[in-house]
């Protein structure tokens, strides 16, 4: 079993950036595929990106696409969202999910994170 914790959330004025982090305990987080999640009021929950386990590709939905930019620290154990010029529409409870072994992140994602908000608002 993997404990995941998201940090680096907030509140940011239109066109800047955060950093997320999902930070793992217990187990290398290189043999999950990790996959960032978004839910903003009223809206279903949508996966946005997702970095594969091992040395797995990244996926990108088109809304965060040149935009946001995932990645992984295997010495830290820690997968990051970095999201640069970020619109209203970015403003969600962001969480970030494990499927072991999953190289194209297929999925199903079997450990989550708690959630943490994002705001962005001028």
């Known amino acids: 079993q993997v404990q995941l914790v998201e940090s680096g959330g907030g509140l940011v004025q239109p066109g800047g950036s955060l950093r997320l982090s999902c930070a793992a305990s217990?187990?290398?987080?290189?043999?999950?595929?990790v996959g960032w999640f978004r839910q903003a009021p009223g809206k279903e929950r949508e996966e946005i990106s997702c970095?594969?386990?091992?040395?797995?590709?990244?996926v990108y939905k088109d809304s965060v696409k040149g935009r946001f930019t995932i990645s992984r620290d295997t010495a830290k154990n820690t997968v990051f969202l970095q999201m640069n010029n970020m619109e209203p529409e970015d403003t969600a409870v962001y969480s970030c999910?494990?499927?072991?072994?999953?190289?194209?992140?297929?999925?199903?994602?079997?450990?989550w994170g708690q959630g943490t908000q994002v705001t962005v608002s001028s």
């Open positions: 217990s187990q290398p987080l290189s043999h999950y595929a």
């Open positions: 970095i594969g386990s091992a040395d797995g590709g990244t």
């Open positions: 999910a494990a499927s072991h072994l999953d190289y194209y992140c297929s999925g199903p994602y079997t450990y």
